[in-house]
């Protein structure tokens, strides 16, 4: 299929459907809006359903709903509306709803702005709802490999019974690339026996009970155990990175989404001047590839890393665990959307270089 | 020996856990009842809410949802676009769907939504232990209005039943009570109307039931349905608000 220039919202939502996705619910927030717009007019033509829910709260509770009955369903927000959906994100890992959720990062805290940002790196990651639970959490750099997570995330969705989460700063929703978005006619959806999609006593399919109350002791131990168990399997053979002239560098620099990119272009302005540097990034940041990261950065050759985001530093907490005091890694960022140029990067190893 | 009665199969067999005198179990039968009459349980699901039928998965024998706190109308919304040939129902307290969930119930409302709502009014919030619920009556203690609902503090209880029938979506409302048999019979009898509405997918239908909580009134099993026809019933008017 020919590439063709698009918005990244408009592709991922078109990658959605390709994958499979029939279900959309979601509320207005900037800057992810032609998510649901594109879903809007395309979901009908497809045999779906776009619904604009009333409230994030409710949108998220549909997901549970639609994805509990066997369907392939996505919801979209950005930081704000995002948090607002976490008493339902936590309600779907717990009831072992496959789901995806789309977040197009803008800054905060509060309602902070409408520019692209990586403050929700902690949220995402680190639990964001309540309670002992995992997302899978995916961040792409660029809106063709966006594109092509979606497939990758309704698959281990399902696979998993787990919601997964596409953490995108704004800047990939927002821009226009040339994408190759994949058609996939021969798509088969797996089972899900487990589904709510009707009981009849004595027939071959259990009766559904989609629940995350389990108020015996025993019980909650049970799904946390059963959860914990997936969670180790799903770090085993789920992370997922890329690795950039780390080879023999002198400098490792650490960074995952749009800002990566910045971070290839101060790669060359070094490899200019004489300075070998190479990035590592993350691409699933939970499970995050900590052995990658760890053997990225533990070479003979590097001297330090430089860990670079759009935020007041949250992933450079799991580089330097990664690391473990192997290396030192420094972090430089600014929250309030502030994209550091190529030339800062490039500057800021140059001073590290200086000492 | 002939059979007069017998349990209605869409019942699991399975102990109940709600206090005696509760208007609870006599509200899960005759849902159950009403599924069994309509043929319907192969292809209903219900959505049990937080409160004190929160363990409702255990007891119909259908496919069930547990809701987040007032969520039930949402969770119920992305079952039936899902399966539009199927049916479902939300099964809620006055905490849950009049407090907490009332952006979720006032919207399936709103669109029309083909869902069918069980509404359980007993005045209180049973399961954390007696606290004021927006239907609580002016004057009435509560573990957290302990002199009394205090109209100017905190406002009148809220009536939504009447609320709802103004929304153009709702196409079955009714209010009905468990205090004596003619409003049993009625009551079962509106469950089944609701139920047929969906079925017809006329729109969202509605019912509220006033229902007895002896436990956290403070009162006898039989003065807490004397309390049902004497102070509810007057700010609660029975009736049939909406049919379309």
């Known amino acids: 299929m020919a590439k063709k220039l698009m918005k990244g919202c408009e592709a991922i939502a078109e990658a959605a459907i390709q994958a499979g996705c029939r279900y959309f619910f979601g509320y207005p927030i900037t800057p992810q809006n032609d998510i649901p717009e594109y879903m809007s007019l395309r979901l009908p033509q497809v045999g779906g359903c776009f619904l604009q829910a009333e409230s994030e709260l409710a949108a998220i509770n549909m997901v549970y709903g639609a994805g509990g009955a066997g369907a392939r369903v996505m919801t979209s927000s950005s930081s704000p509306g995002i948090s607002l959906k976490q008493e339902g994100i936590s309600t779907c890992a717990a009831a072992e709803i496959p789901c995806v959720v789309v977040n197009m990062m803008r800054g905060g805290p509060g309602l902070g702005n409408i520019q692209a940002s990586q403050g929700d790196y902690f949220q995402a990651v680190k639990g964001g709802g309540h309670g002992d639970y995992h997302l899978i959490v995916y961040a792409p750099s660029s809106i063709q490999e966006a594109c092509d997570m979606m497939q990758k995330a309704f698959d281990v969705a399902d696979q998993y019974r787990t919601p997964v989460m596409i953490l995108a700063d704004g800047l990939i929703g927002q821009m226009m690339e040339p994408v190759e978005l994949k058609t996939n006619p021969d798509l088969v959806l797996p089972e899900k026996p487990w589904a709510a999609t009707g009981y009849t006593p004595g027939g071959k399919k259990p009766r559904s009970v989609l629940n995350s109350l389990y108020i015996e002791t025993e019980d909650l131990d049970q799904l946390l155990e059963r959860l914990f168990a997936r969670y180790a399997v799903i770090e085993a053979n789920e992370q997922m990175w890329e690795t950039y002239n780390t080879e023999g560098a002198e400098y490792i620099l650490c960074a995952y989404g749009t800002v990566a990119r910045v971070c290839k272009a101060a790669i060359r302005i070094l490899g200019e001047q004489g300075v070998k540097a190479g990035l590592v990034r993350p691409i699933s940041l939970w499970p995050f590839p900590s052995k990658a990261v760890h053997d990225a950065i533990v070479q003979d050759s590097v001297k330090e890393a430089l860990t670079v985001e759009v935020s007041s530093g949250q992933m450079v907490e799991d580089i330097r665990l990664a690391v473990n005091g192997e290396r030192p890694v420094q972090f430089m960022g600014k929250a309030g959307s502030y994209i550091p140029t190529a030339e800062e990067i490039a500057e800021r190893i140059l001073q590290m270089r200086r000492g | ?244």
């Open chain 2, 1 to 244: 020996m002939t059979v007069v009665f017998k349990k209605t199969p869409v019942l699991r067999d399975v102990p109940l856990h709600y206090c005696p005198g509760c208007g609870h179990g006599i509200v899960h039968r005759m849902v159950s009842e009403v599924i069994e009459e309509l043929g319907i349980q192969d292809k209903c699901a219900g959505v049990a809410p937080v409160g004190c039928a929160v363990f409702a998965y255990n007891y119909f024998d259908v496919d069930m949802y547990e809701a987040a706190h007032g969520r039930a109308p949402a969770v119920a919304t992305g079952f039936k676009r899902v399966h539009p040939d199927h049916y479902i129902f939300t099964y809620q307290g006055d905490g849950d769907l009049a407090s907490i969930g009332t952006a979720e119930i006032v919207h399936a409302a709103h669109r029309g939504e083909k869902i069918t709502t069980i509404f359980i009014n007993n005045a209180i919030y049973g399961m954390t232990g007696g606290q004021m619920a927006p239907t609580t009556l002016v004057g009435q203690k509560t573990t957290t209005s302990p002199l009394g609902r205090d109209k100017d503090h905190c406002g009148e209880p809220i009536r939504m039943a009447e609320m709802l029938a103004t929304i153009s979506g709702s196409a079955f409302i009714a209010r009905c009570a468990l205090n004596s048999t003619p409003n049993l019979i009625k009551t079962k009898a509106a469950i089944k109307k609701a139920f047929e509405t969906q079925i017809a997918r006329k729109g969202f239908s509605m019912v509220e039931i006033l229902s007895p909580c002896p436990t956290n009134w403070g009162k006898s099993p039989a003065e807490a349905m004397d309390w049902i026809a004497d102070a509810m019933i007057p700010y609660y008017p029975l009736g049939t608000f909406k049919e379309v």
